[in-house]
T-cell receptor, first 116, second 113 residues
Framework: GAVVSQHPSRVICKSGTSVKIECRSL??????MFWYRQFPKKSLMLMAT?????????EQGVEKDKFLINHASLTLSTLTVTSAHPEDSSFYIC????????????FGPGTRLLVL | AQSVTQPDIHITVSEGASLELRCNYS??????LFWYVQSPGQGLQLLLK??????LVQGIKGFEAEFKRSQSSFNLRKPSVHWSDAAEYFC???????????FGRGTSLIVHP
C-alpha cells in the first residue's frame, strides 16, 4: 500500500519555541493532506485540511495562527506549532488520500510532541 | 453532525476466541463507515470500509463488519483472535458525507494467551 511518513517521530521542546512537523507521501502525490491531533486514550480530532497551492482549511476551534500549515508540494505538508505551550503536547498524525475522491486515506506513524 | 460511539474502552479476549467490537454511528443519510487499527509505532491502518452495497464487508487480517441501518451500527468481528491483533481499534464515519473519517474514541483490544 501507499506510504506516508512523518518527521520527526518525537520532539521535545521548550515552551515558547516553534516546532515543525513534516508529512510526506512517499510513493504517490497528494493535493490534499489532513492533520489530526490525538490525546492520550482519546479519539483523533481533525485539525485541518492541507491543500497544495492554497490555504489550509481549519476545523472549528483550531487556532490557525497557532497551527500553521503549508502544503509546499504534491508530496509534502508541514505543520508548525508556533509558540508552543505544554497544552500543545500531543500526538500529531497526518493522512493523505491516494485518489482524488479521497476514498482511502493513508496515515503517517505520528509525531509525539512534548512541550516543557 | 455525524458522530461515532464506541461503547467499550477495553475488550479482553483469549487467543483463539471470537471478537466483536461495537460501533454506533449518528448520521442522517447513508454513512461512509470505516474501521482502522492502530498499533504502537505504526500509522493507522484501514481494516475495511462500507460505502454501499452488501452490508457484510470483508476486510484484511480476517476481519469483517456488518452495517445495520436499523441499529445504526457497524460492528467489527473476527472469528478467532491472534495475539498480534492486540491494538487500538477505531471506528469512523465520513465527515459530512465525505470520505474524511471522523473517529470514535477507540477500543483497546487485549489478547490473553
Amino acid at each position: 500500500g501507499a506510504v506516508v511518513s512523518q518527521h520527526p517521530s518525537r520532539v521535545i521542546c521548550k515552551s515558547g519555541t516553534s516546532v515543525k512537523i513534516e508529512c510526506r507521501s512517499l510513493d504517490f502525490q497528494a493535493t490534499t493532506m489532513f492533520w489530526y491531533r490525538q490525546f492520550p486514550k482519546k479519539s483523533l480530532m481533525l485539525m485541518a485540511t492541507s491543500n497544495e497551492g492554497s490555504k489550509a482549511t481549519y476545523e472549528q476551534g483550531v487556532e490557525k495562527d497557532k497551527f500553521l500549515i503549508n502544503h509546499a508540494s504534491l508530496t509534502l505538508s508541514t505543520l508548525t506549532v508556533t509558540s508552543a505551550h505544554p497544552e500543545d503536547s500531543s500526538f500529531y498524525i497526518c493522512s493523505a488520500p491516494t485518489d482524488t475522491l479521497g476514498e482511502t486515506q493513508y496515515f503517517g506513524p505520528g509525531t509525539r510532541l512534548l512541550v516543557l | 453532525a455525524q458522530s461515532v460511539t464506541q461503547p467499550d474502552i477495553h475488550i479482553t479476549v483469549s487467543e483463539g476466541a471470537s471478537l466483536e467490537l461495537r460501533c454506533n454511528y449518528s448520521y442522517g443519510a447513508t454513512p461512509y463507515l470505516f474501521w482502522y487499527v492502530q498499533s504502537p509505532g505504526q500509522g493507522l491502518q484501514l481494516l475495511l470500509k462500507y460505502f454501499s452495497g452488501d452490508t457484510l464487508v470483508q476486510g484484511i487480517k480476517g476481519f469483517e463488519a456488518e452495517f445495520k441501518r436499523s441499529q445504526s451500527s457497524f460492528n467489527l468481528r473476527k472469528p478467532s483472535v491472534h495475539w498480534s491483533d492486540a491494538a487500538e481499534y477505531f471506528c469512523a464515519v465520513g465527515k459530512g458525507g465525505s470520505y474524511i473519517p471522523t473517529f470514535g474514541r477507540g477500543t483497546s483490544l487485549i489478547v490473553h494467551p
